[in-house]
């Protein structure tokens, strides 16, 4: 099966949740800077979840340019991201309204969990696909990076019911881990 469907589509539902997420985005009352002050936390939570969709695109893209093949099970996984993924604009907002309170802080988590866990899913649907010795697999290997990112999540969602602020620093740290395109694929271009 041929992989441009699964990345066309892939693309398009992500520019979808995009949209949705700034869609969520209320204008002040106010007509002042200050009366934009109360919306920093908002802001800051939607520019947070931006940044974790643009790597997610970023990487699946990367991800599906040295793959061969997918088949029904890649395809299946790949809805199962997406399902993830489409859930950030909900839990963005709610975190963002109520920034400080630990049940939104800790879904947020969850659901960036569940995009992990789903992300490495995918990607071993796709090296069965392409097959042991493909250059994904090369490239992944054991993937501590995806597994290291999981295990920040589940810190970060415990770490909620303690110090909320340092499980946002957990979050901020995977999507710092992310930020530059996976360089284990780009070198088997």
Known sequence: ??????????????????????????????????????????????????????????NHHHMLQITKRVNGASLWANMHLLFWLSLIPFVTNWMGEHSTSHWPIALYGFILCMCGVSYYILSKCLITADGADSALAVALGNDLKGKASVAIYLAAIGITWVAPCWAYACYVTVAIMWIVPDRRIERMH
Not at 12 to 24: D, H, K, P, R, Y
Request: net charge neutral; hydrophobic share 55%; with cysteine.
């Open 1 to 58: 099966m041929h992989k441009g469907r699964l990345e066309a589509f892939s693309d398009a539902v992500i520019a979808i949740i995009m949209t949705i997420m700034v869609l969520e985005l209320r204008p002040p009352k106010g007509i002042s800077l200050e009366s934009l002050q109360p919306l920093i936390p908002v802001l800051a939570c939607y520019l947070l979840s931006f940044v974790f969709l643009g790597i997610y695109w970023n």
